[in-house]
Structures are given as C-alpha cells and as structure tokens.
C-alpha cells in the first residue's frame, strides 16, 4: 500500500512564528503536492513538484515556500504564520497517471 | 485550464435512498476523472477513476460513476445508500500532471 505521512496531525502556532510541515511518501512517486482544504473551498493547491529540487506554484502560493532535497519528501514552509492561514493541510503524490494519494492531513490553528 | 462544478453542497439523504452527486468539468477533448471520498476523521482516499473505455465506472463499497462526454458530467451513484456512506464527497479532473478538485459534496445518510 501506499503510504503517505505528515509530520503532525494538530499543530498550535502564533502569528509570525515559522512554520514546517513535513510529508513523506514510500512509494517512490514523482510528484508531490500540497493542498490546503477549508470548508466549502474544497482542496486548493498551494505548490507541487514534479522532481527533486523542483517546485511549482500551484493556485494560493502566498504566504508558503516549499523544499524538496529528496524524492521522498516534500515541506511546507509559512514563513511567518498569519491567522488566515489556519486550516486543514494535506499533502499527496502521484505518478504520471494522475491518481494522487493522500496523507491524513495536519490541522493548522495560528492563533 | 480545466474546473470542476459540484452543485450539491450538502445532501441529506435516507438509508436505503439512492444517491446521485453531480460532477461536471469545463471542457472536453480526452479526460481523465475521479471520485475521492472523505470519511469523517480519515483521510482522502479514491472511490472510483475513469480513464478510457467503458463509461460506467464500478468503484468501492458499491459505488459507481457515469461518464457523458456530450454533458460534461462524471455523476457519482449508489443504488441504496447506508448510514457509513456518511462523509464528504470530491470529483477532479486531471489536467497536465495535477489535479483540479471540486467544492465537494457534504453527503449525510440518516438510519
């Protein structure tokens, strides 16, 4: 089975801290993305990256950066955590079918 | 670039009721769709994806999925929906190498 892991379930930050959020996925997949989720938005994605080193702005790349040193594992970054960007953050991957997979998500409060 | 229209926000539903949840993406030419569903607490997992080939789509726990390239739609059935059908709904489109998600469906399943 694939699996993909994130680093916290629930995270507590104040506004200006920064913030990581780690992903990790075993199934040597290509791609990964980042995806935050709020109620009656659906799934907006924030970056992705098709390779090592690579990145590419996905829809609300504002206010987040990302890292990806390895294949396996792709970070997101808030620089300096805001209150807006409180809520529901899953990361996934995929290979070049499309079909992506989900990790459990990490609920964000900055308070 | 592609978009996804889900028109059902929230659906209350009877166990034993049949269950549509309407999809429809922006335009056509070759497509490839999905069906992810949320369970309360759990992560996104695919119900059903349609690539090629036969239109009626057999996913998961029962579900099923038509695709009618003449009206843009991939509507999610069930015949009988049960009380653990309960859960929140997604349909994407594949467009290049990520994937375009819906609002999503609030789906509630009363005994």
């Known amino acids: 089975d694939v699996k993909v892991t994130q680093s916290s379930r629930y995270l507590v930050k104040r506004t200006g801290e920064k913030v990581f959020l780690e992903c990790v996925q075993d199934m040597d997949h290509e791609n990964m993305f980042w995806y935050r989720q709020d109620p009656g938005l659906g799934l907006r994605l924030i970056y992705f990256s098709y390779d090592v080193k690579m990145k590419e702005k996905g829809d609300i790349p504002e206010g987040y950066s990302v890292s990806r040193e390895k294949k396996e594992r792709f970070s997101l970054i808030l620089e300096s955590a805001s209150t807006n960007q409180t809520s529901m953050y899953l990361c996934?991957?995929?290979?070049?079918?499309?079909?992506?997979?989900f990790g459990p998500g990490t609920r964000l409060t900055v308070l | 670039a592609q978009s996804v229209s889900q028109h059902n926000h929230h659906v209350i539903l009877s166990e034993a009721a049949s269950l549509e949840l309407g999809c429809n993406y922006s335009y056509g030419g070759t497509v490839n769709l999905f069906w992810y569903v949320q369970y309360p607490g759990q992560h996104l997992q695919l119900l059903l994806k349609y690539f090629s080939g036969d239109p009626l789509v057999k996913g998961i726990k029962g579900f099923e999925a038509e695709f009618i390239k003449s009206k843009f739609s991939f509507n999610l059935r069930k015949p009988s929906g049960q009380w653990s059908d309960t859960a929140e709904y997604f349909c994407a489109v594949k467009d290049t190498d990520k994937l375009i998600f819906g609002t999503g469906t609030r789906l509630q399943v009363f005994p």
């Open positions: 996934a991957s995929s290979l070049y079918s499309g079909e992506q997979f």
